[in-house]
Protein backbone atom coordinates (compact mmCIF):
# COMPACT_ATOMS: atom_id res chain seq x y z
CA UNK A 1 0.00 0.00 0.00
CA UNK A 2 1.47 3.52 -0.80
CA UNK A 3 0.88 5.47 2.21
CA UNK A 4 -0.28 8.66 1.58
CA UNK A 5 -1.25 11.32 3.97
CA UNK A 6 -4.80 10.22 3.70
CA UNK A 7 -4.51 6.72 4.58
CA UNK A 8 -1.84 7.34 6.76
CA UNK A 9 -4.15 9.30 9.39
CA UNK A 10 -7.16 7.20 9.33
CA UNK A 11 -8.89 6.57 12.74
CA UNK A 12 -9.17 2.85 14.07
CA UNK A 13 -12.82 3.25 13.80
CA UNK A 14 -13.22 3.48 10.64
CA UNK A 15 -11.46 0.46 9.61
CA UNK A 16 -14.05 -2.09 7.80
CA UNK A 17 -14.76 -5.45 8.97
CA UNK A 18 -13.31 -7.11 5.61
CA UNK A 19 -10.04 -4.34 6.06
CA UNK A 20 -9.43 -5.79 9.85
CA UNK A 21 -9.42 -9.51 8.91
CA UNK A 22 -7.40 -9.12 5.67
CA UNK A 23 -4.53 -7.37 8.15
CA UNK A 24 -5.09 -10.39 10.75
CA UNK A 25 -4.23 -12.67 7.71
CA UNK A 26 -1.26 -10.56 6.73
CA UNK A 27 -0.02 -10.40 10.16
CA UNK A 28 -0.52 -14.15 10.17
CA UNK A 29 2.05 -15.30 7.35
CA UNK A 30 4.54 -13.51 9.23
CA UNK A 31 7.55 -15.40 10.37
CA UNK A 32 8.49 -13.56 12.88
CA UNK A 33 5.62 -12.98 15.78
CA UNK A 34 6.68 -13.23 19.16
CA UNK A 35 5.84 -15.89 21.84
CA UNK A 36 5.97 -13.98 24.85
CA UNK A 37 6.49 -10.37 24.58
CA UNK A 38 3.55 -7.29 23.63
CA UNK A 39 3.43 -7.03 20.13
CA UNK A 40 0.79 -4.96 18.65
CA UNK A 41 -2.48 -7.49 16.84
CA UNK A 42 -1.80 -5.62 13.48
CA UNK A 43 0.25 -2.53 12.65
CA UNK A 44 2.88 -0.57 14.13
CA UNK A 45 3.66 -0.17 18.07
CA UNK A 46 6.08 2.06 19.43
CA UNK A 47 6.77 3.51 22.84
CA UNK A 48 4.83 2.31 25.83
CA UNK A 49 2.32 4.58 27.36
CA UNK A 50 0.46 5.22 30.79
CA UNK A 51 2.30 1.92 32.62
CA UNK A 52 0.30 1.71 36.05
CA UNK A 53 -0.72 -0.19 38.92
CA UNK A 54 -4.83 0.12 38.98
CA UNK A 55 -7.80 -2.02 40.62
CA UNK A 56 -5.94 -5.17 41.33
CA UNK A 57 -4.28 -5.03 37.64
CA UNK A 58 -1.31 -3.63 35.65
CA UNK A 59 -2.55 -1.32 33.03
CA UNK A 60 -0.01 -0.84 30.39
CA UNK A 61 -0.83 0.85 26.71
CA UNK A 62 1.05 1.52 23.83
CA UNK A 63 1.13 3.95 20.97
CA UNK A 64 -0.78 1.94 18.03
CA UNK A 65 -1.05 3.17 14.52
CA UNK A 66 -3.49 -0.33 13.30
CA UNK A 67 -2.86 -0.02 9.70
CA UNK A 68 0.18 -0.60 9.02
CA UNK A 69 3.77 -0.71 9.56
CA UNK A 70 4.36 3.08 9.43
CA UNK A 71 3.96 6.03 11.76
CA UNK A 72 0.60 6.94 11.43
CA UNK A 73 -2.66 8.13 13.42
CA UNK A 74 -0.92 6.98 16.86
CA UNK A 75 -3.94 5.87 19.76
CA UNK A 76 -3.53 4.12 22.50
CA UNK A 77 -3.97 0.47 22.46
CA UNK A 78 -4.42 -1.14 26.33
CA UNK A 79 -3.04 -4.20 27.78
CA UNK A 80 -3.59 -5.46 31.52
CA UNK A 81 -1.94 -8.31 33.76
CA UNK A 82 -1.96 -9.54 36.84
CA UNK A 83 1.71 -10.92 37.06
CA UNK A 84 3.64 -8.39 34.36
CA UNK A 85 3.90 -11.67 32.74
CA UNK A 86 1.11 -12.87 31.26
CA UNK A 87 -0.99 -9.86 29.47
CA UNK A 88 -4.86 -9.87 28.21
CA UNK A 89 -5.66 -7.40 24.84
CA UNK A 90 -8.44 -5.40 25.94
CA UNK A 91 -7.71 -3.09 22.24
CA UNK A 92 -8.28 0.15 21.88
CA UNK A 93 -8.58 2.84 24.70
CA UNK A 94 -7.90 5.86 23.55
CA UNK A 95 -8.73 7.09 19.66
CA UNK A 96 -7.66 10.99 18.35
CA UNK A 97 -11.38 11.99 17.75
CA UNK A 98 -11.09 15.46 19.12
CA UNK A 99 -9.84 18.29 17.29
CA UNK A 100 -6.97 18.88 19.55
CA UNK A 101 -5.77 15.52 18.74
CA UNK A 102 -6.30 15.62 15.17
CA UNK A 103 -3.22 14.03 14.49
CA UNK A 104 -2.25 11.70 17.25
CA UNK A 105 -2.58 10.67 21.06
CA UNK A 106 1.16 10.65 21.42
CA UNK A 107 2.78 9.44 24.56
CA UNK A 108 1.84 10.00 27.71
CA UNK A 109 1.23 8.30 31.93
CA UNK A 110 -0.93 7.23 34.14
CA UNK A 111 -1.59 8.38 37.94
CA UNK A 112 -4.14 6.53 39.86
CA UNK A 113 -6.38 9.09 41.75
CA UNK A 114 -9.92 8.93 43.56
CA UNK A 115 -9.51 5.74 42.56
CA UNK A 116 -9.50 6.15 38.49
CA UNK A 117 -7.03 6.13 36.45
CA UNK A 118 -5.72 9.72 34.66
CA UNK A 119 -4.11 9.21 31.66
CA UNK A 120 -1.39 12.20 30.42
CA UNK A 121 -0.99 12.35 27.18
CA UNK A 122 -0.19 14.69 24.34
CA UNK A 123 -2.62 15.55 21.76
CA UNK A 124 -0.63 15.94 18.51
CA UNK A 125 -2.67 18.81 16.13
CA UNK A 126 -1.78 19.82 12.98
CA UNK A 127 -3.24 23.23 11.43
CA UNK A 128 -4.25 23.00 7.62
CA UNK A 129 -0.73 24.80 6.79
CA UNK A 130 0.81 21.50 8.40
CA UNK A 131 2.00 23.55 11.44
CA UNK A 132 2.34 21.18 14.64
CA UNK A 133 0.15 22.27 17.77
CA UNK A 134 0.89 19.97 20.64
CA UNK A 135 -1.82 19.76 23.72
CA UNK A 136 -1.52 18.09 26.72
CA UNK A 137 -4.61 15.97 26.88
CA UNK A 138 -6.41 13.76 30.19
CA UNK A 139 -8.47 10.65 29.80
CA UNK A 140 -9.83 9.05 32.64
CA UNK A 141 -10.14 5.75 33.42
CA UNK A 142 -13.00 4.18 35.81
CA UNK A 143 -12.72 0.72 37.78
CA UNK A 144 -15.05 -1.12 34.52
CA UNK A 145 -12.22 -0.09 32.39
CA UNK A 146 -14.75 2.98 30.25
CA UNK A 147 -12.67 6.06 29.41
CA UNK A 148 -13.80 9.86 28.96
CA UNK A 149 -11.69 12.89 28.19
CA UNK A 150 -11.50 15.75 30.11
CA UNK A 151 -13.58 18.25 27.76
CA UNK A 152 -10.80 20.52 27.11
CA UNK A 153 -6.59 19.80 26.71
CA UNK A 154 -5.00 20.83 29.99
CA UNK A 155 -2.32 22.54 27.90
CA UNK A 156 -2.36 24.55 24.51
CA UNK A 157 0.36 24.39 22.20
CA UNK A 158 4.37 25.16 24.00
CA UNK A 159 4.97 27.99 26.03
CA UNK A 160 7.25 30.52 25.22
CA UNK A 161 10.60 29.91 24.12
CA UNK A 162 9.89 26.08 23.14
CA UNK A 163 8.96 24.86 19.44
CA UNK A 164 6.13 22.53 18.34
CA UNK A 165 8.16 19.76 19.88
CA UNK A 166 6.67 19.37 23.40
CA UNK A 167 5.40 16.36 24.37
CA UNK A 168 5.28 12.98 26.40
CA UNK A 169 3.97 14.08 29.77
CA UNK A 170 5.16 11.68 32.82
CA UNK A 171 3.10 12.56 36.17
CA UNK A 172 3.90 11.83 39.65
CA UNK A 173 2.81 12.50 43.12
CA UNK A 174 4.68 14.37 45.75
CA UNK A 175 2.25 14.50 48.91
CA UNK A 176 -1.09 16.37 47.84
CA UNK A 177 0.69 17.63 44.77
CA UNK A 178 1.10 16.50 41.45
CA UNK A 179 4.13 17.54 39.04
CA UNK A 180 4.48 16.31 35.48
CA UNK A 181 7.79 16.42 33.00
CA UNK A 182 7.59 16.68 29.59
CA UNK A 183 10.11 16.70 27.16
CA UNK A 184 11.14 19.96 24.57
CA UNK A 185 12.70 21.64 22.37
CA UNK A 186 13.99 24.99 23.06
CA UNK A 187 13.89 27.24 20.11
CA UNK A 188 17.93 26.90 20.27
CA UNK A 189 17.15 23.68 18.77
CA UNK A 190 18.61 21.66 21.72
CA UNK A 191 17.08 19.54 24.56
CA UNK A 192 15.04 19.90 27.51
CA UNK A 193 12.08 18.77 29.48
CA UNK A 194 9.92 21.28 31.34
CA UNK A 195 8.79 20.40 35.32
CA UNK A 196 5.02 21.55 35.66
CA UNK A 197 2.89 21.25 39.12
CA UNK A 198 -1.09 20.91 39.52
CA UNK A 199 -2.61 20.57 42.98
CA UNK A 200 -5.92 19.04 41.27
CA UNK A 201 -4.59 17.29 38.50
CA UNK A 202 -6.64 19.44 35.96
CA UNK A 203 -5.14 23.11 36.70
CA UNK A 204 -1.13 22.54 35.59
CA UNK A 205 1.75 25.90 35.80
CA UNK A 206 5.12 25.84 34.76
CA UNK A 207 7.72 25.22 37.17
CA UNK A 208 10.30 25.80 34.66
CA UNK A 209 13.02 23.76 33.07
CA UNK A 210 14.47 20.67 34.95
CA UNK A 211 18.14 22.09 35.65
CA UNK A 212 20.52 19.83 34.09
CA UNK A 213 24.01 20.67 33.18
CA UNK A 214 23.64 18.78 30.29
CA UNK A 215 22.30 22.39 28.05
CA UNK A 216 23.16 21.35 24.45
CA UNK A 217 22.55 17.42 24.50
CA UNK A 218 20.62 16.84 21.32
CA UNK A 219 17.92 18.57 19.48
CA UNK A 220 14.88 16.74 21.69
CA UNK A 221 14.19 14.95 24.33
CA UNK A 222 10.95 12.35 23.99
CA UNK A 223 9.44 10.44 26.46
CA UNK A 224 10.97 11.57 30.34
CA UNK A 225 10.44 10.28 33.54
CA UNK A 226 11.53 10.62 36.76
CA UNK A 227 11.12 9.13 40.16
CA UNK A 228 12.74 8.59 42.97
CA UNK A 229 14.36 5.50 44.10
CA UNK A 230 16.32 4.44 47.17
CA UNK A 231 16.87 8.29 48.09
CA UNK A 232 18.35 9.07 44.82
CA UNK A 233 16.71 11.05 41.94
CA UNK A 234 16.85 9.27 38.71
CA UNK A 235 15.72 11.29 35.12
CA UNK A 236 15.22 8.88 32.15
CA UNK A 237 15.27 10.51 28.78
CA UNK A 238 15.70 9.45 25.33
CA UNK A 239 17.76 11.98 23.42
CA UNK A 240 17.56 13.16 19.51
CA UNK A 241 20.62 14.36 17.75
CA UNK A 242 23.67 12.74 19.77
CA UNK A 243 26.29 11.95 17.56
CA UNK A 244 28.61 9.00 18.46
CA UNK A 245 30.94 8.86 20.73
CA UNK A 246 33.47 6.03 20.88
CA UNK A 247 31.04 2.52 21.31
CA UNK A 248 28.30 5.05 22.75
CA UNK A 249 25.33 6.69 21.04
CA UNK A 250 25.83 4.21 18.25
CA UNK A 251 21.82 4.16 17.45
CA UNK A 252 19.98 6.34 15.78
CA UNK A 253 18.44 8.05 19.24
CA UNK A 254 19.42 6.93 22.61
CA UNK A 255 17.96 6.53 25.67
CA UNK A 256 19.38 7.22 29.14
CA UNK A 257 19.57 8.32 32.69
CA UNK A 258 20.76 10.74 34.95
CA UNK A 259 21.28 9.88 38.80
CA UNK A 260 21.79 12.44 41.68
CA UNK A 261 19.97 14.61 44.55
CA UNK A 262 16.50 14.21 44.52
CA UNK A 263 15.20 16.92 42.20
CA UNK A 264 13.89 20.03 43.69
CA UNK A 265 10.29 20.72 42.66
CA UNK A 266 10.27 23.84 43.83
CA UNK A 267 12.72 24.73 41.28
CA UNK A 268 13.40 22.35 39.21
CA UNK A 269 17.31 22.11 40.30
CA UNK A 270 18.89 18.54 40.03
CA UNK A 271 22.02 18.30 40.67
CA UNK A 272 23.16 14.84 39.00
CA UNK A 273 26.58 12.76 37.51
CA UNK A 274 27.42 11.43 34.10
CA UNK A 275 24.39 10.58 31.39
CA UNK A 276 24.42 7.26 30.90
CA UNK A 277 22.71 4.87 28.56
CA UNK A 278 20.00 2.54 29.65
CA UNK A 279 20.66 -0.01 27.39
CA UNK A 280 23.48 -1.73 24.91
CA UNK A 281 21.87 -3.52 22.37
CA UNK A 282 20.37 -2.25 19.43
CA UNK A 283 17.03 -1.81 19.51
CA UNK A 284 15.54 0.02 22.49
CA UNK A 285 13.71 3.43 23.18
CA UNK A 286 11.29 5.55 24.68
CA UNK A 287 11.22 3.62 28.19
CA UNK A 288 8.75 4.32 30.67
CA UNK A 289 8.73 3.28 33.84
CA UNK A 290 6.44 2.71 37.25
CA UNK A 291 5.83 1.45 40.75
CA UNK A 292 4.67 -2.24 41.92
CA UNK A 293 2.52 -2.57 44.88
CA UNK A 294 5.14 -3.68 46.85
CA UNK A 295 7.47 -0.79 45.89
CA UNK A 296 9.66 -2.16 42.95
CA UNK A 297 10.63 0.40 40.03
CA UNK A 298 9.95 -1.34 36.77
CA UNK A 299 10.97 -0.30 33.40
CA UNK A 300 9.58 -1.17 30.32
CA UNK A 301 10.83 0.10 26.79
CA UNK A 302 9.99 0.14 22.88
CA UNK A 303 12.15 -2.45 21.30
CA UNK A 304 12.29 -0.74 18.29
CA UNK A 305 13.49 3.13 17.01
CA UNK A 306 11.78 5.72 15.00
CA UNK A 307 12.80 6.12 11.42
CA UNK A 308 13.96 2.76 10.66
CA UNK A 309 12.96 0.03 8.21
CA UNK A 310 12.40 -3.89 9.94
CA UNK A 311 11.49 -7.03 8.34
CA UNK A 312 7.76 -7.39 9.79
CA UNK A 313 7.14 -4.30 7.44
CA UNK A 314 5.53 -6.35 4.86
CA UNK A 315 3.60 -8.42 7.13
CA UNK A 316 1.62 -5.08 8.09
CA UNK A 317 3.20 -5.03 12.38
CA UNK A 318 6.09 -3.82 13.47
CA UNK A 319 7.62 -3.84 16.87
CA UNK A 320 7.09 -5.11 20.87
CA UNK A 321 7.63 -3.80 23.81
CA UNK A 322 11.05 -5.29 25.88
CA UNK A 323 10.30 -7.25 28.93
CA UNK A 324 9.80 -5.76 32.70
CA UNK A 325 13.34 -5.25 34.42
CA UNK A 326 13.39 -3.99 37.82
CA UNK A 327 15.75 -0.84 38.29
CA UNK A 328 18.16 -0.97 41.47
CA UNK A 329 20.37 1.90 42.73
CA UNK A 330 24.05 0.69 43.20
CA UNK A 331 26.85 2.68 43.63
CA UNK A 332 25.13 6.24 41.76
CA UNK A 333 24.31 3.65 38.74
CA UNK A 334 21.01 2.01 37.82
CA UNK A 335 21.08 -2.30 37.90
CA UNK A 336 18.61 -4.08 35.84
CA UNK A 337 17.16 -7.06 36.30
CA UNK A 338 14.15 -9.31 34.61
CA UNK A 339 11.48 -9.16 37.20
CA UNK A 340 11.61 -12.12 39.26
CA UNK A 341 7.47 -13.11 37.55
CA UNK A 342 9.15 -14.05 34.64
CA UNK A 343 10.36 -17.57 36.42
CA UNK A 344 6.47 -18.29 36.30
CA UNK A 345 7.09 -18.43 32.04
CA UNK A 346 9.44 -21.76 32.39
CA UNK A 347 8.98 -24.78 31.30
CA UNK A 348 11.25 -28.29 30.68
CA UNK A 349 14.49 -27.29 32.20
CA UNK A 350 18.06 -28.59 31.17
CA UNK A 351 21.71 -27.58 33.07
CA UNK A 352 24.60 -27.91 31.80
CA UNK A 353 28.43 -27.82 33.11
CA UNK A 354 31.30 -27.76 30.39
CA UNK A 355 35.13 -27.08 31.24
CA UNK A 356 36.69 -26.51 27.62
CA UNK A 357 33.99 -23.59 26.52
CA UNK A 358 32.60 -25.41 23.49
CA UNK A 359 29.23 -26.54 24.02
CA UNK A 360 26.28 -27.36 21.67
CA UNK A 361 23.40 -27.76 22.18
CA UNK A 362 19.36 -27.26 20.34
CA UNK A 363 17.69 -24.28 22.30
CA UNK A 364 14.57 -23.76 20.68
CA UNK A 365 13.33 -20.02 19.44
CA UNK A 366 12.18 -19.11 22.99
CA UNK A 367 13.86 -19.68 26.04
CA UNK A 368 15.35 -18.22 28.88
CA UNK A 369 18.97 -19.45 29.81
CA UNK A 370 21.09 -18.45 32.73
CA UNK A 371 24.59 -18.78 32.53
CA UNK A 372 27.97 -18.12 34.64
CA UNK A 373 31.76 -18.61 33.74
CA UNK A 374 34.22 -19.45 36.18
CA UNK A 375 37.88 -20.67 35.23
CA UNK A 376 38.47 -18.33 33.40
CA UNK A 377 41.64 -18.37 31.19
CA UNK A 378 40.74 -17.81 27.42
CA UNK A 379 41.54 -14.71 26.27
CA UNK A 380 38.39 -14.12 24.71
CA UNK A 381 34.48 -16.10 24.91
CA UNK A 382 30.78 -15.89 24.69
CA UNK A 383 27.58 -17.79 23.15
CA UNK A 384 26.11 -17.96 19.43
CA UNK A 385 22.55 -18.23 19.90
CA UNK A 386 19.72 -18.74 17.09
CA UNK A 387 22.53 -20.52 14.70
CA UNK A 388 21.91 -22.98 12.23
CA UNK A 389 24.41 -23.51 9.00
CA UNK A 390 24.41 -19.89 7.41
CA UNK A 391 22.85 -17.80 10.62
CA UNK A 392 23.78 -16.79 14.04
CA UNK A 393 24.00 -14.36 16.60
CA UNK A 394 27.22 -13.70 18.72
CA UNK A 395 27.81 -12.09 21.92
CA UNK A 396 31.51 -12.14 22.47
CA UNK A 397 33.91 -10.90 25.63
CA UNK A 398 37.24 -10.15 24.94
CA UNK A 399 39.67 -10.23 28.44
CA UNK A 400 42.09 -7.43 27.06
CA UNK A 401 40.21 -4.80 25.89
CA UNK A 402 37.11 -5.62 28.32
CA UNK A 403 35.05 -5.41 25.62
CA UNK A 404 31.84 -7.21 24.96
CA UNK A 405 30.63 -7.55 21.78
CA UNK A 406 26.80 -8.26 20.35
CA UNK A 407 27.27 -9.16 16.48
CA UNK A 408 23.96 -9.40 14.60
CA UNK A 409 25.31 -8.78 10.88
CA UNK A 410 24.84 -12.59 10.63
CA UNK A 411 21.18 -13.15 12.44
CA UNK A 412 19.08 -13.61 9.65
CA UNK A 413 17.41 -10.20 7.64
CA UNK A 414 19.39 -7.50 9.63
CA UNK A 415 17.69 -3.48 9.95
CA UNK A 416 19.39 -0.73 10.47
CA UNK A 417 22.82 -1.64 8.76
CA UNK A 418 23.51 1.75 7.74
CA UNK A 419 23.94 1.84 12.14
CA UNK A 420 26.59 -0.89 12.07
CA UNK A 421 25.91 -4.75 12.65
CA UNK A 422 28.01 -4.89 15.86
CA UNK A 423 27.60 -2.90 19.58
CA UNK A 424 29.99 -3.11 21.93
CA UNK A 425 30.18 -2.07 25.39
CA UNK A 426 32.79 -2.16 28.05
CA UNK A 427 32.51 -3.93 31.32
CA UNK A 428 33.80 -1.79 33.81
CA UNK A 429 33.80 -3.79 37.24
CA UNK A 430 34.95 -7.39 36.06
CA UNK A 431 34.94 -9.86 33.54
CA UNK A 432 32.22 -11.87 31.74
CA UNK A 433 31.10 -13.73 34.97
CA UNK A 434 27.48 -14.07 34.12
CA UNK A 435 24.84 -13.64 31.66
CA UNK A 436 20.86 -13.82 31.67
CA UNK A 437 19.58 -14.15 28.55
CA UNK A 438 15.93 -14.42 27.12
CA UNK A 439 15.16 -15.30 23.62
CA UNK A 440 12.14 -14.79 21.53
CA UNK A 441 11.15 -15.52 18.17
CA UNK A 442 12.46 -12.51 16.96
CA UNK A 443 14.12 -10.56 19.89
CA UNK A 444 17.14 -11.03 22.80
CA UNK A 445 18.17 -9.67 25.87
CA UNK A 446 20.99 -9.94 26.99
CA UNK A 447 21.26 -8.83 30.92
CA UNK A 448 25.16 -9.24 31.70
CA UNK A 449 26.70 -9.85 35.44
CA UNK A 450 23.60 -9.56 37.10
CA UNK A 451 22.11 -6.46 35.60
CA UNK A 452 25.28 -4.39 35.50
CA UNK A 453 24.77 -3.85 31.05
CA UNK A 454 21.81 -4.82 29.35
CA UNK A 455 21.63 -5.57 25.64
CA UNK A 456 18.39 -5.92 24.13
CA UNK A 457 18.07 -6.55 19.48
CA UNK A 458 15.35 -7.58 17.85
CA UNK A 459 16.64 -10.35 15.27
CA UNK A 460 15.09 -11.78 12.22
CA UNK A 461 16.78 -15.65 11.95
CA UNK A 462 14.25 -18.43 10.37
CA UNK A 463 12.85 -20.76 12.30
CA UNK A 464 15.28 -23.63 11.99
CA UNK A 465 18.10 -21.55 13.56
CA UNK A 466 17.45 -22.60 17.01
CA UNK A 467 21.07 -24.05 17.69
CA UNK A 468 23.45 -22.42 21.04
CA UNK A 469 26.35 -22.84 21.54
CA UNK A 470 28.86 -21.46 24.67
CA UNK A 471 32.51 -21.13 23.07
CA UNK A 472 36.20 -20.30 24.36
CA UNK A 473 38.92 -18.70 21.84
CA UNK A 474 43.05 -18.96 22.72
CA UNK A 475 41.86 -20.92 25.96
CA UNK A 476 39.85 -22.28 28.53
CA UNK A 477 36.69 -21.45 30.26
CA UNK A 478 33.91 -23.67 32.76
CA UNK A 479 30.53 -22.74 31.85
CA UNK A 480 27.19 -23.46 34.04
CA UNK A 481 24.11 -23.49 32.37
CA UNK A 482 20.33 -23.65 32.78
CA UNK A 483 17.77 -23.37 29.88
CA UNK A 484 14.03 -23.17 30.33
CA UNK A 485 11.99 -23.59 27.29
CA UNK A 486 9.58 -20.57 27.32
CA UNK A 487 5.83 -20.54 26.47
C1 LIG B 1 8.86 8.66 20.80
C2 LIG B 1 7.74 9.52 20.23
C3 LIG B 1 7.17 10.44 21.28
C4 LIG B 1 5.79 10.72 20.74
C5 LIG B 1 5.43 9.38 20.14
C6 LIG B 1 4.54 9.45 18.96
O1 LIG B 1 9.03 7.49 20.10
O2 LIG B 1 8.21 10.25 19.11
O3 LIG B 1 7.92 11.60 21.51
O4 LIG B 1 4.89 11.10 21.73
O5 LIG B 1 6.63 8.74 19.80
O6 LIG B 1 4.14 8.17 18.58
Known amino acids: MKWTNENR ?156 HFRDPKVWQVGDDFYFVIGAQRETKTGAALLYHSSDLENWSLVGEIQTELTDFGYMWECPDYFELDGKGIFIFSPQGLEP ?80 RELIVKEDKLIQKPIHELTKLRGKQLSFRDELGSFYMEAGTAYEM ?47 QTYGTTRSVLLESSDLLSLHVFVDTSSVELFVNDGEVVLTSRIFPQDVSTGFQAFAEKGTVHVNGTHWSLS
Open 245 to 324: VGFHYQNIYQSGYLIGQPLDVTTGHFSHNLFYELDAGFDFYAPQSTMTPDGRRILVGWMGLPDIEYPTDPYDWAHCLTLP
Open 370 to 416: ILTFDAIQAESYGISFRTSDVEKTTLTYNRESRLLTLDRGQSGQVPA
Open 9 to 164: YRAYSQMSKKEETKLHETVSHSPWRQHYHIQPPTGLLNDPNGFSYYNGMYHLFYQWFPYGAVHGLKHWYHVVSPDLVHWEERGLAIEPDRSYESHGAYSGSGIVHKNKLYLFYTGNQRTADWERIPNQALAIMDEHGSISKHPTPLLIGSPKGYTE
